[in-house]
Nanobody, 120 residues
């Protein structure tokens, strides 16, 4: 059974940074692209970052490009999202997910999410 567990969310001031982690179990993560989604109140779910199995190909939504960095450690079955220069509009629940058919395909399994709140 695939399980993804996000951690690292919290309250941060505008301009601050957070690092989210996603621990994956139940599958060999190095066989899957993995990525991050977010869901803010009254907004549509947004796919914001994805990293290929090798880690050499990265995809970012325009809304986070240049501020967020996705990375993975296949030995630890873990993925990270470094978020810098955070803005109030980044406030959302952040989820990690697997992409069995690559970053351009649909996501499959998803974790329960971690709340990120950007506010002064």
């Amino acid at each position: 059974q695939v399980q993804l567990v996000e951690s690292g969310g919290g309250l941060v001031q505008p301009g601050g940074s957070l690092r989210l982690s996603c621990s994956v179990s139940g599958i060999p993560v190095d066989f899957h692209a993995i990525g991050w989604l977010r869901q803010a109140p009254v907004k549509e779910r947004e796919e914001i970052a994805c990293i290929s199995t090798s880690g050499r190909t990265l995809h970012y939504a325009d809304s986070v490009k240049g501020r967020f960095t996705v990375s993975r450690d296949n030995k630890e079955n873990t993925m990270y999202l470094q978020m810098n220069s955070l803005k109030p509009e980044d406030t959302a629940v952040y989820y990690c997910a697997t992409y069995p058919r690559g970053c351009k395909g649909r996501h499959s399994d998803r974790g329960r999410g971690t709340q990120v709140t950007v506010s002064s």
